[in-house]
């Protein structure tokens, strides 16, 4: 079965940092491209930012530029995201996903297959 589970959600103050991770298991991560989501209470899910199979990097939301980090570690099939100086306003369910098509790249209409989520919580 393919999976994707993130970890590394929790609760941290404003400024704080959080490291999420996408593991993948029943398939490899190299040939895909992996993105990073987040849906909060009562909004839409957005993409945040996405890590192609080349590893060129897409943000899709300005806010998280110079805060947040994708990076890839194949050989452990992990996708990871680093979140530095966080805001309360970060404060979502963040979701990986792979996509169904095309799927080195980036195109956000493409991803369909998503972890569970791992809940973030900026608060003092």
């Known amino acids: 079965q393919l999976q994707l589970v993130e970890s590394g959600g929790g609760l941290v103050q404003p400024g704080g940092s959080l490291r999420l991770a996408c593991a993948a298991s029943?398939?490899?991560?190299?040939?895909?491209?992996i993105g990073w989501f987040r849906q909060a209470p009562g909004k839409e899910r957005e993409a945040v930012s996405c890590?192609?199979?080349?590893?060129?990097?897409?943000h899709f939301v300005d806010s998280v530029k110079g805060r947040f980090t994708i990076s890839r570690d194949n050989a452990k099939n992990t996708v990871y995201l680093q979140m530095n100086s966080l805001r309360p306003e970060d404060t979502a369910v963040y979701y990986c996903a792979r996509p169904r098509l095309n799927i080195r790249a980036c195109v956000v209409a493409n991803f369909a297959s998503w972890g569970q989520g791992t809940q973030v919580t900026v608060s003092s």
């Open positions: 029943g398939f490899t991560l190299d040939y895909y491209a």
């Open positions: 890590i192609n199979s080349s590893g060129g990097i897409t």
